[in-house]
T-cell receptor, first 109, second 115 residues
């Protein structure tokens, strides 16, 4: 089983829609989780961190389900600028981060 | 600039040639990582440097790959006798070394194409 697995998508949604997708992880000992955003042909950048049951930052909500070992990311009121690949990231140990292959979201006008 | 700087941004080479990729991390960051990203794949961990500690080389895919970090700052990733499967984007990242924050600062990457 891969350390981090994501639905690759693509999720194609109209502006203003809500889109949500999940990430599953194998390391049950992980205490913290992260979502990164990667624009086309650009470097990944941290979007948000998830340390407990969830986190909300504006239109973005991340939720953690430890029992089922998955993290979700929900984007409300989608903007064209939200079009990107979202990478789920789980610490493998004290310093190594395991990255999922990413979920591609395309927001259309 | 204040970000992670990588060079070259693009490199096209012939199979069997050696290549060197350079990374200049953010000043003051003690941790430095190399990751590889192939088309449609997740980031693959290659190597980790932290201060003066021995690096974690566990992700290097073969003995053709090596990396060094001089003076705790600039790092060079070397690939000897390149193969077509080495084609990928090589991403360097740095951090303060406390990964509980989960924030790695990535460079824009070096895109390697092996013909």
């Amino acid at each position: 089983r891969k350390e981090v697995e994501q639905d690759p998508g693509p999720f194609n949604v109209p502006e203003g829609a809500t889109v949500a997708f999940n990430c599953t992880y194998s390391n049950s000992a992980s205490q913290s989780f992260f979502w990164y955003r990667q624009d086309c042909r650009k470097e990944p950048k941290l979007l948000m961190s998830v340390y407990s049951s969830g986190n909300e930052d504006g239109r973005f909500t991340a939720q953690l389900n430890r029992a089922s070992q998955y993290i979700s990311l929900l984007i409300r009121d989608s903007k064209l600028s939200d079009s990107a690949t979202y990478l789920c990231v789980v610490p493998f140990n004290d310093y190594k981060l395991s990255f999922g292959a990413g979920t591609t979201v395309t927001v259309r006008a | 600039g204040a970000g992670v700087s990588q060079s070259p941004s693009n490199k096209v080479t012939e199979k069997g040639k050696d290549v060197e990729l350079r990374c200049d991390p953010i000043s003051g960051h003690t941790a430095l990582y190399w990751y590889r990203q192939s088309l449609g794949q997740g980031l693959e961990f290659l190597i980790y440097f932290q201060g003066n500690s021995a690096p974690d080389k566990s992700g290097l895919p073969s003995d053709r790959f090596s990396a060094e970090r001089t003076g705790g700052s600039v790092s060079t990733l070397t690939i000897q006798r390149t193969q077509q499967e080495d084609s990928a984007v090589y991403l360097c990242a740095s951090s303060w070394g406390i990964t509980n924050t989960g924030e790695l600062f990535f460079g824009e990457g070096s895109r390697l194409t092996v013909l």
